[in-house]
């Protein structure tokens, strides 16, 4: 409990950044839109248009779109913007902070008074005397509702900011999803509800005294405002020894928030200040390694050799991790340390009993019965080449096929709800449920060996290297198994994956 | 044209001016005719008549399709727009006090857009003008009547000491009792202060009661030019006629009822 709401401050603070900063964008951006679309119907059309159409884009989704974006641009620029992290996260979130801003400033400056803009026309002023004289102090209490708006929305959005790898409070409810930590998403949950509901009853006591012209309220309301991201602030203003500190980098599920925290360990022995980017997709992690957002993770060989490399045969496990390793420098300059000694493959598995009763040892096996079959996979999987693969390579075609975080995927085959699915063969809820995992005759499927990835930034930090050499082959795939379990598990035997971690590092004689 | 050469208010000229609306609807219709320095003109017509909008391209709110308006024969264009309006007083039927500004701020406006200071005394002295009480400075223009409202709407259009003065129906939501004392203040300040004063309406009766000229429009053209006395007596011609039919008979119908006929 206490160590969930221990990492509350921290991701609090950047969460607080991160959204005032997209607010204050979107608030630049939209403030003159907003003046130029109340003088010309047209452009209200266009711009109001534009906003809700970035409005019906699901959050996520715009998140994830500006990462292929910032990419693009920065190879066009030739480098040097960030895909990963801040920026695209600031971005997606001060557009969606547009369409409030814009509806109620509009709406406000063309449902004044027609006869106060005679009289300001009537009296002499200039076009911009009217607009600060009388339109800008008669809208901006509508104004500040739509601020208000759009503050709420941009907390509660810039929560997935954790998928672009920005840290933020989304990090406690991603990683709480996909481990069933509940204490981690309530943790994350209560910080940013509080944090909109305070925001949100600031700025409508600013909103109430720009309504009863009472400049003390609005002034105290946004001194605090202030304040807080003031007090946001502190802690991450740049601090001396840069170059101390490193970021570890996660995907989204148990495993490797064990391996991450074994390299935080490791490093943090070796004198450097570490902070971890969890829950990162398979597809953003490898290009935030390779343009140094993060400095070192587990990937595993396969995944690279199918997705970013896009081979399809299947050569042996050595030959594949040797590929990778020399793609990686070629390409990237991203330095491979080496293999951790297990491997996590995708596996079909299926319920013993169930396969014994069919009769099904392999996915050849499985293919002519699978029209009568529900698959559940991963959420990434069916998206995957591999999947691609192993379709090319056995004719399946199952009644159904969904998506789930990792730990409902195992709930759905232990239910029913599911009778196939596409598990990770280091998972130690295999055995724990008693599956059936599927062989796979036609070598549709590459190797998965856990291999150490480290940025173009580090690969000659020697130090660094050293500190994480000694992980390399020292990982059995049972201890690994049986450390996965010990976070995936949902009962009061439980884990956190730091636990889990300094437990796998006494088995494998990594520490006393 | 600065206003304060003149002892008596600026001259108005209109020159061939027209105007129309799509459709080919013709709001002004070549209206030729000039108002000498220091004439209190009503310009009377039913609504749709062109009233408004030829009073309106005096102080540019309204452009002229075609001809040429000029304010003691310089052209009303010839100057920056909001220049020519900060010299020119304007009151309309809505009136547009500013909601946010109280009362004295909306008063003192015309004096903040030409650089200066609020001036207590000033805005005191403008209250004074339109018989005001000077407390009303620090209220609120949503806490007035609709007659201290218009009032204060007379005193913007006064306070920076324009010499010609724009009145667009301005007694129109007023009710009797208060439109009648409003328009002899006017009245007496066009005399106390020496203006020109164009004023629109609709009630020919206001109109005789208060005018030196009255302006009679239909359909874009000015069908009767002439003084109250002459209105009265048939020399303004057939339309007059027939508007100043009504007051004149409820006169005589009142003046009846009075000596109890």
């Known amino acids: 409990m206490n160590q969930a709401f221990a990492r509350v401050p921290d991701l609090l603070a950047q969460h607080i950044l991160l959204s005032a900063a997209a607010l204050l964008l979107g608030l630049a951006i939209a403030l003159p839109l907003t003046i130029w679309s109340a003088r010309r119907p047209a452009v209200a059309r266009l711009t109001l248009g ?25 190879g066009l620029m030739g480098g040097g913007i960030p895909a990963l992290g801040f920026l695209p996260s600031l971005l997606a979130l001060a557009l969606y902070a547009l369409l409030p801003i814009l509806r109620n400033g509009v709406t406000g400056l063309t449902h004044i008074d027609p006869a106060v803009i005679e009289a300001a026309d009537g009296v002499g002023m200039t076009a911009r005397q009217r607009l600060w004289m009388v339109e800008a102090p008669l809208v901006v209490p509508v104004l500040m509702a739509g601020i208000r708006t759009a503050a709420v929305w941009t907390i509660g959005a810039a929560t997935l900011a954790t998928t672009v790898g920005q840290p933020c409070l989304g990090d406690l409810i991603f990683a709480g999803l996909q481990t069933q930590n509940w204490t981690l998403v309530i943790a994350g949950c209560v910080a940013s509800a509080a944090l909109a509901l305070i925001v949100d009853a600031l700025l409508g006591l600013a909103e109430r005294g720009l309504r009863h012209r009472r400049k003390g309220q609005v002034r105290a309301a946004l001194a605090l ?6 007090v946001a602030l502190w802690p991450v203003l740049p601090t001396s020894g840069a170059d101390k500190r490193v970021v570890v980098g996660a995907k989204g599920f148990g495993e490797q928030y064990i391996l991450a925290r074994m390299i935080g360990h490791r490093l943090e022995k070796a004198g450097y200040t570490v902070a971890y980017r969890e829950g990162l997709g398979s597809a953003v992690v490898f290009g935030a390694l390779a343009s140094d957002d993060i400095d070192v993770y587990v990937d595993y060989s396969g995944t690279i050799w199918t997705n970013q490399m896009g081979r399809t045969e299947t050569p042996p496990r050595e030959t594949i991790v040797k590929g990778v390793g020399q793609w990686a420098m070629a390409r990237h300059g991203v330095r491979l340390i080496g293999a951790l000694g297990f491997e996590n493959s995708y596996a079909f598995a299926m319920r013993g009993a169930d396969a014994k009763r069919r009769g099904i040892t392999t996915l050849a096996d499985l293919a002519p019965q699978s029209r009568q079959m529900n698959l559940a996979s991963d959420l990434e999987f069916l998206e995957r080449p591999e999947w691609a693969a192993v379709k090319r390579a056995y004719p399946l075609n199952f009644k159904s096929a969904q998506a789930y975080a990792p730990s409902f995927m195992y709930h759905a085959i232990e239910s029913g709800k599911a009778d196939v699915i596409s598990a990770f063969s280091s998972d130690g809820r295999i055995s724990k449920l008693g599956l059936t995992v599927l062989g796979d005759p036609r070598h549709a499927i590459p190797g998965y060996d856990a291999i150490l990835m480290v940025s173009p930034r580090r690969a000659d930090d020697t130090r660094f290297v050293a500190a994480l050499r000694p992980l390399v082959g020292h990982i059995p795939v049972d201890a690994m198994r049986r450390a996965n379990y010990m976070v995936d598990r949902d009962d009061a035997q439980k884990k956190s994956a730091d636990t889990a971690a300094r437990w796998l590092e006494k088995q494998t004689g990594l520490s006393p | ?7 008596r208010g600026p001259s108005v000229a209109f020159d061939g001016v027209g105007k129309r609306y799509a459709g080919d609807v013709r709001a002004v219709d070549g209206v030729t005719l000039t108002i000498a320095g220091g004439e209190f003109v009503a310009l009377v017509g039913a609504s749709g008549s062109g009233k408004s909008t030829l009073l309106k391209m005096v102080n540019r709110l309204h452009k002229p399709g075609e001809g040429r308006v000029s304010i003691d024969g310089e052209p009303v264009d010839s100057v920056p727009v909001h220049l020519l309006r900060r010299r020119i007083g304007y009151v309309f039927q809505n009136i547009g006090l500013f909601p946010h500004m109280p009362v004295g701020e909306n008063v003192a406006l015309p004096l903040r857009l030409r650089g200066e200071r609020y001036d207590e005394a000033r805005v005191a002295e403008l209250l004074d003008l339109v018989e005001l009480p000077r407390a009303l400075a620090a209220r609120m223009p949503d806490a007035l009547s609709g007659g201290q409202r218009q009032r204060v709407g007379v005193a913007r259009a006064l306070a920076a000491e324009p010499k010609l003065i724009l009145m667009d129906e301005p007694f129109g939501a007023l009710d009797p009792l208060t439109r009648d004392t ?27 009661l208060l005018a030196d000229r009255i302006l009679v429009m239909a359909a874009g053209e ?3 030019d002439a003084s109250p006395h002459d209105m009265l007596t048939g020399k303004g011609g057939a339309v007059a006629d027939t508007l100043v039919a009504v007051p004149r008979e409820q006169a005589h119908l009142l003046s009846r009822l009075e000596r109890g006929e």
């Open chain 1, 50 to 74: 534009f906003a809700s159409l970035i409005q019906t884009i699901p959050a996520l989704a715009l998140l994830a779109l500006f990462y292929p974006l910032l990419l693009l641009l920065s």
């Open chain 2, 1 to 7: 044209m600065p206003a304060q050469s003149h002892p």
């Open chain 2, 182 to 208: 409003l328009g002899r203040a006017v009245r007496k300040l066009h005399d106390r202060l020496g203006l020109t004063t164009i004023m629109v309406t609709h009630d020919m009766a206001e109109a005789l």
């Open chain 1, 225 to 230: 405002l202030a304040l807080g991201i003031a």
């Open chain 2, 222 to 224: 000015i069908v009767a």
